[in-house]
């Protein structure tokens, strides 16, 4: 179990290992918690995205994880739309989340395409520091 320093951040609960707090413990109905729930995989995307700006793009990652737990969390309810809007934040999650997806798939294979070159640069800066050291002599 590895527990991080809480990020200055209100989502804390939603995006490290420790339990999110019930929704009698925040004191909302039910219903206000689900559809809750379905903002909060909007603002876990903003992490995700400033993460991969940073360039930290492992860490997207896990945000994206965080993403999918609350999506399955949020699938998991079928109320009839006149009572709840769960519908509707479902649909928005699942897009949220595929946007998201993609987003982080492609800042990965960009990440692993630079540390390739990055790699490749220095054997060939290796190489001609070589070539040139040989012809000195």
Do not use: C, W
Not at 43 to 52: K, V, W
Not at 55 to 81: I, K, R, W
């Amino acid at each position: 179990l590895m527990i991080r320093r809480p990020p200055r951040s209100t989502l804390f609960p939603y995006t490290t290992l420790f339990r999110s707090p019930g929704h009698k413990e925040l004191g909302v109905t039910p219903e206000s918690y689900i559809l809750g729930m379905g903002d909060v995989i909007g603002e876990i995307r903003r992490f995700a995205l400033d993460n991969i700006r940073r360039g930290t793009v492992e860490q997207a990652s896990v945000f994206l994880e965080h993403m999918e737990t609350l999506y399955d969390f949020l699938m998991q309810f079928n109320y009839p739309s006149g009572l709840v809007a769960v519908r509707r934040k479902q649909d928005i999650a699942r897009g949220i989340l595929e946007k998201t997806r993609g987003d982080v798939t492609m800042a990965l294979r960009s990440h692993s395409l630079e540390n390739l070159l990055n790699k490749n640069e220095i054997s060939i800066n290796s190489a001609k520091i070589q070539e040139d050291e040989e012809s000195d002599k």
